[in-house]
């Protein structure tokens, strides 16, 4: 009986290594697992700067909607979507604070009741954006929500319409133009 050489025996391996990540690739190439839809929790639909803008979010970017104390806070991007490494798309952060009770209108939000963290990345620009309660004494800053529904709770229905929003650059940001945000719809539930 004649042995293998060890010439012979290293094509051998190589030969069944490369049948092997072939084998592999044609699995994965040839996968039928169906895709799981991405469903957000929440979503944003509204003009950004005199642009029509979707935050659906998607599976690797998913946004989110959850209750921390009584804050609920919101994270929602948009389909393209990525912050590495050169940010892509456009996202939102949204915290919304309950109302003092004294609070004439019961069912509008205003500055003095959300943070605000806007990014829109376009054309190789990243323009960020940001509102905060103390923003509310500025005279170029103003927010305006209302509230449909907002059920502070885990399952809770979340509906904020008619939203207008104004606000500056953060500084250092390459933003060319103040934030306007017009006809925002913000619709979803809490985590």
Known sequence: M???????????????????????????????????????????????NDSLIELRGHQLQPNVCVLSHDTVKMFMCSRDYSPDPIPTGCYMRLYVMPLPPDTPAQNILSVRNIILHCELAFNG???????????????????R????????????????????????PVPGSNAPENLVIREGTIEGSIQ
């Open 2 to 48: 004649q042995s293998i050489s060890g010439t012979t025996r290293k094509i051998l391996h190589a030969g069944l290594r490369i049948g092997a990540m072939a084998l592999l690739a044609g699995c994965s190439v040839f996968d039928h697992t169906p895709q799981i839809p991405y469903v957000p929790p929440v979503t944003f639909t509204g003009m950004i």
């Open 125 to 143: 620009m990243n323009q960020s954006y940001q509102i905060i309660p103390a923003d509310s004494l500025r005279f170029n800053v103003s927010a």
């Open 145 to 168: 929500l209302e509230i449909g529904s907002l059920e502070r709770a885990h399952g809770g229905s979340i509906a904020l319409n008619h939203i207008e929003i104004n606000g500056l």
